[in-house]
């Protein structure tokens, strides 16, 4: 069965903080997606890309960088951490060419 | 731009009774968009309830039943009988044309009481 885990499940951290979240997947999938949830609004899409090396703008990119070092791994850096960051991420693959997405359990991520 | 809007929550039924979760959509950037229902049960992520990618069709999964009705660009997402199991927060999601992206609705928390 195709699977996307991340880590980690809970983070915590201060403002001004340097966070990497992670993401894997065995699906063998080209695209890969970081979105956040909050309240009132849909999942929210980051940064995402095609394949190791190609990184694109999501919706919602600032305070973010991201990076895809191999088809598998897809990594989300906050490198100056703030409190509207603080939110739930989710990552998702996808086959190319298809809108089925494939999802991690997410990331609770709290910034004080 | 696309967009999906969805019952805002928490909605709250007893086992046993009817559920509708009302979606309606606009696309701007495709005539006829892939739409979809994903679930998010607690703790996990997200997965993909049903898809439907035609006008017209229906698409049923688990019970769950919605129907693509491009005159009133709506996806309603309806169960003729819910189960406490059931309760959980349903996404209402459209494709975007020529891209890999996917729109997503706020999402609906539901909650089944015994």
């Known amino acids: 069965e195709a699977a996307v885990t991340q880590s980690p499940r809970n983070k915590v951290t201060v403002t001004g903080g340097n966070v990497t979240l992670s993401c894997r997947q065995t699906?063998?999938?080209?695209?890969m997606y970081w979105y956040r949830q909050d309240t009132g609004h849909g999942l929210r899409l980051i940064h995402y890309?095609?394949?190791?090396?190609?990184?694109q703008i999501g919706d919602v990119p600032d305070g973010y960088k991201a990076t895809r070092t191999t088809q598998e791994d897809f990594f989300l850096l906050l490198e100056l951490a703030s409190p509207s960051q603080t939110s739930l991420y989710f990552c998702?693959?996808?086959?190319?060419?298809?809108?089925?997405?494939?999802f991690g359990p997410g990331t609770r991520l709290t910034v004080l | 731009g696309d967009s999906v809007t969805q019952t805002e929550g928490p909605v709250t039924v007893s086992e046993s009774e009817s559920l509708i979760i009302n979606c309606t959509y606009s696309?701007?950037?495709?005539?006829?968009?892939?739409l979809f229902w994903y679930v998010r049960y607690p703790g996990e992520g997200l997965q993909l309830l049903l898809k439907?990618?035609?006008?017209?069709q229906k698409g049923s999964s688990r019970g769950f039943e919605a129907t693509y009705n491009k005159e009133t660009t709506s996806f309603h997402l309806q169960k003729a009988s819910v189960q406490e199991s059931d309760s959980a927060v349903y996404y209402c999601?459209?494709?975007?044309?020529?891209?890999?992206?996917?729109?997503f609705g706020t999402g609906t928390r539901l909650q089944v009481l015994p």
């Open positions: 998702a693959s996808s086959d190319a060419g298809q809108y089925e997405q494939y």
């Open positions: 699906n063998s999938h080209n695209y």
């Open positions: 890309s095609y394949g190791a090396g190609n990184l």
């Open positions: 696309a701007t950037s495709i005539a006829y968009p892939n």
């Open positions: 439907v990618i035609t006008a017209g």
């Open positions: 999601a459209l494709g975007r044309s020529n891209t890999n992206k996917v729109v």
